[in-house]
């Protein structure tokens, strides 16, 4: 299933009144079953405004998925809708180790 109709877009449709997307990375996705928005190791929902994806990530971070304290994700990011969803570039800060 592609993203767009894991959200609920029709295929290729990429205009949406929810132009933000929650991204979080899971060691396993075992816990995800039945979840729509799934790929590979990273779980995607969207959401109207940055703030509200925001939100989410940072629940997940505290909370775990669905909020049961547990299957907390390794990294969470907001991101606008991709397909598939990626990663994002890392970039060092300054003042960390080989950052210049």
């Not at 299933?1 to 295929?11: F, H, N, S, W």
């Not at 995607?44 to 994700?73: I, M, S, W, Y």
Request: glycine fraction near 10%; charged fraction near 25%.
């Amino acid at each position: 299933m592609d993203l767009m109709t894991a959200i609920g877009l029709p295929d290729g449709d990429q205009t949406c009144a929810k132009p933000w997307q929650s991204n979080a990375l899971w060691e396993s996705a075992a816990h995800l079953n039945g979840y729509d928005g799934v790929f590979g190791n990273i779980s995607v929902d969207r959401h109207e405004t940055k703030k509200r994806a925001e939100e989410v990530c940072q629940q997940l971070g505290q909370k775990g998925f669905r909020g049961r304290e547990k299957n907390f994700p390794l990294r969470t990011w907001v991101s606008d809708i991709q397909n598939p969803p990626r990663l994002p570039l890392e970039r060092k800060v300054r003042g960390e180790h080989g950052a210049s």
